[in-house]
């Protein structure tokens, strides 16, 4: 079976046209699962898309990354993360409260999970409830921008291993948010700062605003070795930005793309379902990891 793809960018990214994703089966996710290794982003427009396929395609990326096991009572089922700004009354949250402040931490450049022990491969993001205007989320190659950095600026991190820990981002927005328990329940990550996708051998950068220390630097070197090497990779030639609509359903390569979102205002409705897998051994996990 061959995907119908139109680029969504000259360096990464495709739609795959006239694809219904609901029922996905091994058999009709390997291409998808191919065109992912290659082009880093995947859009599928359209989709009528209930909870039940969402899990469905989630699950032959990977296993389905679970961050609040701990946090549920026995027995109560996995329920499918909101990116929203949606209460359960129908109401909006507040601009300036800590659950639109956790939202507003998703504007900084960042790789999902990258604080937890087992970081993600992807996200699977499901358009529910778009806005008038704002809210698109950006995406930008960090295997693009990782190929064209100057050598000089490649040979400041090549070999490097690099702290991440999720109050750190949340602490660049609001030092009350980043005190709450849910961003301390894990203990930093160590992760080398290229990944090399096992398939096609091609190098990327390993990034995130959840980054704040570099291996062999003090704080200070590290801060602004991170802060030039994201300026690099998310200049506007390797970035893409994707306005939703309704039915959008938007996959990227955690290990190969940075990713935001934009704001919008806060006063209107905004809802994404996102289901996150981890990455496995076959992924690259094992060479990412920095021996002691
Ligand atoms: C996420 C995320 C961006 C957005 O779901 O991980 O960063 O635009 N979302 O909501
Ligand atoms: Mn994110």
Redesign the pocket.
């Known amino acids: 079976m061959t995907l119908d793809l139109t680029p969504l960018h000259p360096r990464f990214g495709v739609e795959v046209k006239d694809f219904d994703l609901r029922g996905m089966t091994p058999e009709r996710f390997a291409p998808v699962r191919a065109a992912f290794e290659e082009h880093s982003v995947l859009l599928f427009r359209n989709q009528s898309f209930e909870a039940e396929d969402h899990l469905t395609l989630a699950r032959l990326f990977g296993p389905i990354e679970d961050r609040n096991a701990d946090e549920r009572p026995k027995g109560e089922a996995f329920k499918i993360p909101e990116?929203s700004n949606v209460r359960e009354d129908g109401t909006v949250t507040q601009e300036m409260d800590l659950h639109t402040l956790n939202?507003k931490a998703?504007m900084l450049w960042?790789c999902?999970s990258t604080f937890l022990p087992v970081p993600a491969l992807t996200?699977i993001?499901v358009a529910r409830v778009v806005t008038a205007a704002g809210?698109a989320?950006e995406l930008a190659s960090t295997r693009a921008g990782w190929a064209d950095m100057p050598e000089e600026l490649k040979a400041q991190i090549r070999g490097r291993g690099v702290t991440h820990r999720y109050s750190h981002s949340r602490a660049k927005i609001s030092p009350e948010l980043a005190q709450l328990p849910m961003f301390h329940k894990w203990p930093d990550q160590l992760w080398r700062a290229v990944w090399t996708n096992p398939v096609n051998g091609r190098e990327a950068l390993y990034l995130a605003s959840h980054a704040c220390a570099v291996t062999g630097l003090d704080d200070e070197a590290a801060e602004k070795l991170i802060e030039s090497l994201l300026d690099y990779v998310t200049q506007p030639r390797y970035v893409l930005s994707h306005t939703w609509n309704v039915g959008d359903v938007l996959v990227w390569d955690q290990r190969a793309v940075l990713?935001?979102?934009?704001p919008w205002n806060y006063d209107e409705p905004r809802k994404?379902t996102?289901i996150c897998t981890s990455v496995t051994d076959a992924d690259g996990l094992p060479e990412m990891k920095v021996s002691a």
């Open positions: 990116v939202l998703n960042h999902d996200n993001l809210g989320t990713h935001r979102a934009t994404l996102s």
